[in-house]
């Protein structure tokens, strides 16, 4: 039976081509022939679960879909726990409007943490905390007003603007629309994005008309607790931690890998916890290409590792493939060859400590005055950014402020690499715990970096190359979301939903659907 609806549907496509028939027309061929592939997803992320959740809606309750994870559901977002408590040890902060991320956290019933009464400040090596906002919302505007003038307000509305061209994509997506590769989908959103990447993100906000004060401040600030990095990261990256000024940030209540794990239980994907080594392309006679996946399982009851193996329509990679990832996978059997992408990713160290941070060290007189978040703005500062952190579920006894009269507290410290004992005790003069944690966590952005495929063969997907233009929850929930749709597209032929740039507008406005390949509507 499966041979003969192949058969038919490659005679259908002939046929489409030959006599010029648009695909989408009289040839949605296989639709309607119940050929539903079975798809293996890599990696349980926020990324893998989003592409198992999508693929469901999209090819219905027959779709059979694994998910095969060497850890834990999660991957970068997980929790570590502190004296009883839990703590984000990886992606922490979501933005207001990463609609995907409030759209799943309604949708699965969680709830959002209470938000803490952050302040911050400014750090460098020469003069010092030489900044701090107040508690007061008025005198941190004040403050801010007369350090930075009229920029404070610019980088809002320039945030503002950039976040509506950002949420073009929800609109593409919402209708179904795909990208095969990074550059395309920025520039799905915005022409100007492509042109971020090539730059440096200190030009990009030099030609914006930003001061090298603010640039030099508060951008590399962000940069520098957001990835590790400076502002000669590349534009785009440097405008998506600048998002952080619009007010609202929020975390999911009882941990932000709830989302995940929720978003897998929705998608009724089968879980199946194994290491993944290598990957063989598989070749029919007729010329269809599958996958067969090998992998590694620990045998609960004897705790002895056992191979396994399973054979994929659709392969998903949802995990940076890397040469310095701790689960290397091997793609074998390629005769045409397979060109994987080259993004290094950044070495970033999150220390836990449960302490006392020295006062001396930061020039206050009192432990109430240090603002509840420093940012550094100089890489000769050992560390990156340092804040205090309240738990995951809103216990009380250890949120917001250190304890007065102990002045103890959790705080996270971001740095790039592992700290001495003396740097630990510069910064902290008394402490009860310390816990380390080693992540690589983000590429390393530089301008016109590789922007990779989101396609590494035929029905092989990558949704990590999305991390290049940049790193975050949300990024890899719309590259979950982009691969499930470009899959289902490519399998049952839907080319003109693929790469397509015009701007969809309005629901079904004919004038925006296929014609005016690359034009957006203000350009017709
Ligand atoms: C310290 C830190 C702070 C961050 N802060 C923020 C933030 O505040 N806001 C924000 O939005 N983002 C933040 N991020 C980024 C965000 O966490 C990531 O972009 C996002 O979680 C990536 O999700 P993913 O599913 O693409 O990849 P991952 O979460 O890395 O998932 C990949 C999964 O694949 C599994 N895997 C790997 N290899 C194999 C194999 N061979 N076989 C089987 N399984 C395998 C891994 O175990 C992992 O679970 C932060 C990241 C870090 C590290
Ligand atoms: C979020 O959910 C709302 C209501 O369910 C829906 O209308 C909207 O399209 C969703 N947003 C996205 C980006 O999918
Ligand atoms: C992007 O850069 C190209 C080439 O430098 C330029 O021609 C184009 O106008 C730029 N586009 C935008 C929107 O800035
Ligand atoms: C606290 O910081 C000061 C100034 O940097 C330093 O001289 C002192 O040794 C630190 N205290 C501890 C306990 O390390």
Known sequence: ?????????????????????????????????????????????????????????????????????????????????????????????????????????????????????????????????????????????????????????????????????????????????????????????????????????????????????????????????????????????????????????????????????????????????????????????GGTVSYEVQYLKTDAKQGEEKEGSKEYDILIVATPLKSESKYQIQFEDFPSGLRLPNVPYHPLEVLFVHGRPNKTYFGVEKLEELPSNIMTTDTEVFFNKLGIQSPVDNKEHLKGKPDQEEGYGVWKTFLNKVPTEKEVGSIFDSRKDLRLVSWKAYPEYTPNMELPSFVLHDRLYYINAVEAAASAMEMSAIGGRNVAILAYNQWFGHFDKIDEHTFPSAKGDPAFTSEGEGRRPDEL
């Not at 640039?215 to 998002?243: C, K, P, W």
Request: glycine fraction near 10%; hydrophobic fraction near 40%; include cysteine.
């Open 1 to 285: 039976m499966a041979a003969s609806t192949k058969i038919s549907t490659a005679l259908k496509m002939l046929l489409c081509l030959l006599l010029f028939i648009p695909t989408n027309q009289l040839c949605a061929y296989a639709q309607d022939d119940e050929e539903i592939p079975k798809v293996g997803i890599i990696g349980g992320g926020i990324g893998g679960t989003t592409a198992a959740y999508f693929l469901r809606q999209l090819f219905g309750d027959k779709l059979k879909v694994d998910i095969l994870e060497a850890d834990k559901i999660g991957g970068r977002l997980a929790l570590i726990n502190i004296g009883g408590q839990d703590y984000e040890a990886g992606g922490a902060i979501i933005h207001p409007k990463n609609r995907y991320m409030v759209n799943f956290t309604e949708q699965f019933g969680l709830h959002r943490k209470d938000p803490s009464k952050d302040t911050l400040g400014l750090y460098n090596s020469k003069d010092g905390l030489f900044f701090k906002t107040s508690s007061w919302k008025a005198v941190t505007l004040a403050k801010l007003f007369w350090r930075y003038g009229w920029d404070v307000k610019r980088i809002q509305d320039w945030v503002a603007e950039m976040m509506g061209s950002f949420e073009r994509i929800y609109d593409y997506q919402n209708q179904g629309m795909a990208f095969t590769n990074v550059e395309d989908l920025l520039r799905s959103m915005d022409e100007s994005f492509i042109n971020y990447t090539r730059i440096n993100c200190r030009t990009m906000f030099k030609d914006a008309g930003f001061s090298d004060k603010f640039i030099d401040e508060l951008v590399m600030g962000g940069l520098r607790e957001n990835y590790g990095q400076t502002t000669d990261a590349h534009g785009f990256v440097g405008a998506v931690s600048m998002a952080g000024v619009e007010p609202g940030l929020w975390a999911v209540k009882g941990g932000n890998k709830k989302v995940p794990e929720s978003m897998l239980k929705a998608s009724g994907a089968h879980f199946n916890q194994a290491v993944v080594t290598q990957v063989f392309q598989v070749k029919s006679e």
